[in-house]
């Protein structure tokens, strides 16, 4: 899938909350001392946070970056499992604090964990197609890990937001082309009114993670005519730290090219901010005319693929909003009883 | 809670949008329709300023009711860039970190949390401004 | 010096948790107990100072109800709210009838009263904060203790005062409680009392702060003409002013000085016609020390810094230049809100009939009170005065 009119992106930004809990503190809780941890420590968001308060950072930070008025921007998107209304969306809210105009069409998207990447494609169909001059689209989630299960140790807050627009000089990077793949593939799920998700252990990785990862970014490769090698840099949804180097292996793209944007070792796993939170890390580094790839990854089940060339305007806009890894170096350590707290998991 | 009450105070509590006086210039936060300073009626919305320096703060350890969940919470009296004052919740800080002078930036927060089932109430809360080194290569 | 009302009467009833007690009964108490006290002279009209008995008792039009209740058929009830300075506004609106009604028969009757504790603390802390302006204060969750936190922290970062220094008043005030009856605190305390409290909003610590109490406090009054004959021991009311200040503290264009306060206690002092060296006492209002000392530099007793001097200096004790709150103040007797300016006013007409016992201030003439709600959003002065000064 290639946008008729070419589109890019006008600024991005992200956020990751202060709090974080060592993965270790979370093993002790639950006797788990001495048994290998998926990552190191991952971002808690903090009492008074919730996913649509993380959306808000991400995108006041995009549109600093963007630095367009607010009241252009035609739709806000928000894609995430943990939306603070069933019924009620949240983009109301992050467009009214950033004083976004009411000619607007917002949504909250939900897709597992690529819900923030298909607000990418609706915001690029809508800028391409001229129904939108600027289209926000936010990857964010307060993600629910069950106590002592397995994902507890991963779920973690944060998000990303991305401005989309024409492709000009104002744009940090440009769409070469998208595309997802899609299957009725149930390894994680979450049925309605119950707080926690639920999972079918390691049915999450070959025939679902790996399946769809693989097949998406092949799909794109084979549609743009590249290979590998093309890519200077690549992003894959971050469940663990383990998945995205073993398809980054299966693809052949060398391990240094993802390290910019794995965060997932230092932060967790943002869900549908996972991948989006990855893009922004590595727009953080990138050079004019760098080729990146991103892959998302959604439970249920689906891929989008996208390939982005780096343009001219980073280098002028990167510096106008913190990076990725000053939110990461902002971290307070929480023991579990404050995580507990935070998080809502305690019984009143 | 009173939904009604909470929608009209969107501008000043999301977007700390306060009134400038068109004779005197003087800025209000909340919003004011008469100058207390001239006694003029010709008011216009403006949005503040969302960074501003900490003048003063307490740390509240015996809460209201509906803030109890929360607590014990650091509360500080703002000076704004534009030279309005505010009292705001100060987060993502240990008051021991926390000094007058300090430089604060405002963000979205939930407020309150009516019940399981009720609205959530966002608004205006500071925390320190996040601040960052350049790496090599990089503009900053 | 010509006075604008004559009180003939005062009652109240302890300060404290009265769990068997409503409202009516504590009300009903202290009317009673000042009905005698005046003679039980005919009542023409009631008026009820209170901040907030809908929201903490379940109950609202409460002059109409204490009139009914104490049998005082068809009179004129009127009932003040200005949160804690609904009871001297009370007192206020009463003055105002009593020099506009002149040579009606009949007595005036102020209660002010406050049931607290039909709620808990935090429901209090949270009611208390709706007497400031909402829109500024409400959602950061400041309480009026973290308000006047604030308050301390700039005194003592401004006039390099310490909180040890600041807290002299709690200690006085507790001090002059333990020889009060109807105080809710009678026991003295010391600096490392208040020190080794816990922490209510820093650096405010739980023994500088006042209480949470019910109680009535009631006065009778009329008109100044024929005051002798109706009582044996009248007190002037000399003068009785009102002002306001920004409710919203971040707009006050100096945080420290409690504008209010220094325009009524201007005005009540002039309208009396007497200057602050011949106060005898004076009954201020301390939700913490620190409102307490910037209430004796707004009334000029002191440069404003200079106010913690007068208590380090013994000033402000029985026996000293300016004794203050000879029963206790907010701190020692108590703050049930609506109910404060009249305990206030009623210890100073205690005072200037030499009847405040172990307290008694020698030679008291001429005495000041000061209820304000809040941080001083608005203030009411009282300025009160033996009969016999006058001649």
Redesign the interface.
Known sequence: MKPIRPVGIVGYGGYV??YRIKASEIGRMWGNDGCALPIIEKAVA?????M??IA??AARYALQRAGIDPHEIGAVFIGSESK??AVKPSGT?VA????IGSQLLAADYEFACKAGTEAFQTCIGLVSSGMAKYAMAIGADTAQGKPADELEYTAASGGAAFVFGLKSDETVAYVEGSCSYTTDTADFWRRAGQPYPAHFGRFTGKPAYFRHVITAARMLMEELGLGPEDFDWAVFHQPNAKFPIKAAKMLGIPTEKLEPGLLVRYIGNTYSGSSPLGLAATLD?ARPGDRILMVSYGSGAGSDAFSFIVQDAI??K??LA??I???I??K?YVDYASYARFRGKLLR | MSVPKFWREIPHKYRLVGSRCRSCGAIYHPRRPICPRCGSRDMEDVKLSHRGRLLAFTVIRRAPSDMADLRPYVVGLIELEDGVKVLSQVVDCDPAELKPGLELEATLRRIRVHGPAGVIEYGYKFRPVIKWEAEAGEGQ | MKPIAAILGVGCTKVGEHWERSLLDLAIEACEKALEDAGNPPVRALYVGNAASELMNEQGNISALLADALALDGVKAVEVRAGDASGSLAIHQACLDASFSRGQEGAILVCGVEKMTDVMAPEVARIQMLFEDSRSTFHSGVTIYGLCALLTSLYMSTYGVSYEDIVLLAVNDHKNAANNPYAQYPFPITVETVLSSPLVADPIRLFDTAGIGDGAAAIVLKGPEGARSSSDTPVAVLASEVATDKVNICEREDLLALRSLRLAAGKALGRAGVGLDRLSFIELHNTTSVIGILSLEALGLAEPGKGVDLLKEGAVAIGGRWPVNTMGGLKGRGHPWGATGVYQVVEAVWQLRGEAGKNQVDGAEIGLTSNMCGLGSISCVHVLARWEVMA
């Open positions: 909350p202060a903090g009492p008074d946070e919730d649509t308060t808000y950072e603070p209304y809210i009214e604090a950033l004083g580094v280098e002028e990167r510096p913190p990076p890894r000053a939110f170096a902002r307070k």
